[in-house]
């Protein structure tokens, strides 16, 4: 099919190294001597695991759940006994450690009972939880829950189907001998999504250096009675990048603040559409994936591998050389050396690179940059590499994020053209992991902060309903004594109040039970006062003589002056 095709901006193009793999089919790998299977391969959260030491399993079992929507099951590859559920170093730069289920095969490769299903019978909503269930995820490099991806926008009308064929990084072949020999089950796999989708179009772009692929694909097309288009695109890296062959095939640029659904595009791998079809028409999950074998390596080829197999015992069947000393996960753009020869084979595992010194020589000592400009001209993101190179290595990680530096991809293309040979990927990598790193820790002081704020206000709050308790308490003691108060003087004063009212007499005014108590109180003082001055009259005075009376009656009148105020202040 003829288009109109457009093009992005940036982009290389490295040596293919693509003919040495493609001269001999897929091959089978056999069993490997044990089975070392991460948990956690996808983006999202990390599966929890379903079985334990001692238990046998069947090929396709389930031995890791989904945890949460944005999460893939993990299956046994084979049938066998699980060794152990433990910490096993993981194919990642960091080499840091993950939680593995390690089974020994039993070398049946019984399967579990499979349960084809024809997908137009089910609702939407049960065909993305069967492939959710069945472990499919992004095979060309992402790893994204495929199920994730398969509900349109709800105010975007989906307008285009990219399927991604183009395997435009250096040495990986996987992808184009799925197409040549199993074309029909992609295209298969391909209607699945369309299905779900409801898109206007469907576009598979492969690149033009695969005109075997292009035509088997085409063939495909037309024995399944689809109106796909399958479209050669130009060869230059990274053309495979999703959102550069978005904009190849569709002349839509995707912007780093959204999503491709935004614009009414969605694009997956062709080996993701493939291992869809096996999981709902055969029943079965995904536990392998083609994986090209390469590198410093007499017979490279291209191997169905059971996932969790060791990559040295992969890496074995091709005949790797004697110089052979390490090995690459990926291609040579975005791959990178793995920690330990032994780290098993992983969803993500597209490739594997036999290392050597003669076919990857070291770089050339690291120079200044000369801000020639080269990296910006090849970046396929329109990124400014120099100056988040500059950042990044003065450690102003504010500055790497105003140039947008999570907008990178990572491509290599920088780093490719650099005449000063600096590893910018790998300073843009250094920046990422310190930004997240800050970013975990100072989430975590916030959870503290927000934590310790909380136990504060707790016991603020408890101290005011303690508070408020023993309020309630002395204001209810207060108004028991009143009231008792008020009950004595009404029992005083009803006698007086029955002799004084006539019989046709209106009844009295209630009279407050406080003020009577206050009244009583006063008048009780009252009388001790008057007792306490008749006891303080002069005793004995008779028979004084006249100076004598003269200074008593001066006492008195000085007691009686004194006393006025105090009579006074108690009325």
């Not at 028409?281 to 591998?305: F, I, K, Q």
Request: glycine share 6%; aromatic share 6%.
């Amino acid at each position: 099919m003829l288009m109109n095709l457009f093009k992005f901006k940036g982009g290389v193009k490295p040596p293919t190294n693509k003919t040495q793999s493609v001269g001999l089919p897929i091959a089978v790998a056999p069993l490997p001597s044990r089975l070392v299977v991460p948990l956690h391969q996808s983006i999202g959260g990390t599966p929890r695991p379903v079985v334990q030491a001692g238990d046998h399993v069947l090929k396709g079992q389930l031995i890791g759940e989904a945890d949460g929507w944005i999460s893939s099951a993990v299956h046994a590859p084979t049938s066998g006994t699980v060794l152990e559920v433990a910490m096993h170093v993981q194919p990642h730069p960091s080499g840091l450690d993950a939680l593995c289920v390690v089974i020994e095969p039993d070398g049946k490769d019984e399967w579990i009972p499979r349960e084809p299903v024809d997908y137009r019978s089910l609702s939407p909503e049960a065909v993305r939880e069967r492939l959710q269930q069945a472990g499919v995820v992004g095979l060309g490099g992402a790893v994204f829950p495929t199920h994730g991806k398969l509900t349109a926008s709800r105010t975007v009308p989906m307008e285009e189907l990219v399927i991604n064929g183009a395997e435009c990084e250096p040495f990986i072949t996987c992808d184009d001998l799925l197409m040549r020999e199993r074309a029909e089950e992609v295209v298969r796999g391909v209607g699945i999504f369309r299905d779900l989708l409801q898109p206007k179009k469907v576009l598979i772009g492969i690149e033009d250096n695969k005109p075997e692929a292009v035509a088997a694909m085409q063939a495909a097309v037309k024995a399944v009675g689809e109106d796909f288009a399958v479209i050669a695109v130009p060869t230059l890296y990274p053309a495979g990048g999703a959102k550069q062959l978005i904009r190849v095939l569709t002349g839509k640029e995707v912007p780093a603040s959204k999503r491709s659904t935004d614009l009414g595009v969605q694009c997956f791998n062709v080996a993701t559409a493939y291992t869809a079809w096996r999981a709902i028409a055969h029943g079965e999950p995904v536990v392998s994936r083609l994986v090209t074998v390469t590198g410093n390596v007499g017979e490279p080829r291209n191997y169905d591998v059971l996932i969790g197999t060791p990559m040295d015992e992969v890496l074995a069947l091709a005949n790797p050389k004697a110089d052979t000393d390490g090995i690459v996960m990926g291609g040579p753009m975005m791959g990178f050396l793995v920690p330990e020869a032994t780290v098993p084979v992983v969803k993500a595992t597209n490739c594997l690179i036999a290392h050597s010194p003669a076919l990857f020589p070291p770089k050339p000592v690291e120079m200044p940059c000369i801000r020639c400009g080269s990296c910006a001209q090849a970046c396929p993101h329109e990124l400014q590499p120099f100056e988040m190179y500059w950042f990044s290595r003065a450690k102003n990680f504010g500055k790497t994020q105003e140039y947008h530096i999570f907008d990178c991809i990572e491509c290599g293309c920088c780093s490719f053209v650099c005449p000063s040979r600096i590893p910018l990927v790998q300073y843009f990598r250094f920046a990422k992991s310190e930004i997240w790193a800050r970013e975990r820790e100072k989430k975590a002081a916030d959870t503290a902060k927000d934590r310790f704020e909380f136990k504060q206000f707790r016991e603020e709050r408890e101290k005011a309903e303690k508070a408020e308790k023993l309020a309630k308490a002395a204001a209810a003691q207060a108004a028991k004594k009143a009231a008792e108060a008020a009950a004595a003087a009404a029992t005083a004063e009803s006698g007086v109040a029955a002799e004084a009212a006539a019989p046709e007499a209106t009844p009295a005014p209630t009279v407050d039970a406080a003020q009577a108590a206050k009244k009583a109180a006063i008048e009780a003082a009252m009388a001790r006062a008057k007792a306490q001055r008749e006891a303080a009259q002069a005793k004995n005075t008779d028979n004084l003589t006249p100076d004598q009376q003269r200074e008593v009656a001066a006492i008195e009148a000085r007691r009686t002056t004194a006393g006025t105020p105090d009579a006074e202040k108690t009325e």
